[in-house]
């Protein structure tokens, strides 16, 4: 459906498929979001790498079910496992942290909800909005109260990769990386390069089933970002392959 790689320093898309998708469809980002929640909690303060919280597998918020899909892991869940199990009640717990329109501020700061410019032509912007406590924890999920274009997300991606040297993002990269490593995102591993990735799965209103996956790599040293959105049940297994091979082509030799 639509997938950008673009270089960071530059600002630039080097490669882009369905540039039209990329502009103007909106929806929610799912659990693409989550390393974003997670840095604004810990820019603000509000949590540290080092804490804790054990995943009780099931969680509701506003009556909706939204429990966890890893499997059993042996250890509590902390920022970068959250990550890289892509642990719902994890986020939501510490979710809870956010002052109102704490979350929506920092999204919006990342550009998660601008017009990026990367592409000519008009583009759509995305929301970020959410009013009670499980609003916010739904939006910290990507679930709801957040929309965004594949541009805006990629917006938001790259200006996290340009803080892959600030201390306060070594969880969330180490995250990212554990997604791909061993997390949903696994099939856009590459051989000699580490790629720092997240994928989302999301159910629109509409029926249709959005699948994604956003990213940068190397992730210490980022030279690319890339976003895909496909239209499958899995961020996994429908997104990250082709991000995967994007990023194959990107780095020849080198992957
Ligand atoms: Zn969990």
Known sequence: MANILMSIRERRVLTCQGSEIAKRWLGAPGSTVKPLSLLALLDAGKVNENEEFECPGQLILAGRSLNCSHPKVPVPMNVSRAIAYSCNCAVAHFA?????????????????????GLLPGTEAVGFAGAETGAEQQLQALGEQGVTATPLGLLAAYRRMARRSADPKMRPIIEGMEGAVEFGTAQRARLQRVRVAGKTGSVRMPSGFQAAWFAGFAPSLLPEVAVVVL??????????????????????????
């Open 96 to 116: 809870q942290r956010f002052a109102p329109g704490e979350l929506e501020e920092a999204l919006l700061r990342y550009g998660l909800a601008s017009r990026s």
């Open 230 to 255: 496909a239209q499958g049940r899995s961020g996994g297994s429908d997104a990250a392959p082709v991000a995967g091979r994007l990023l194959r082509e990107y780095f020849g030799a080198r992957a």
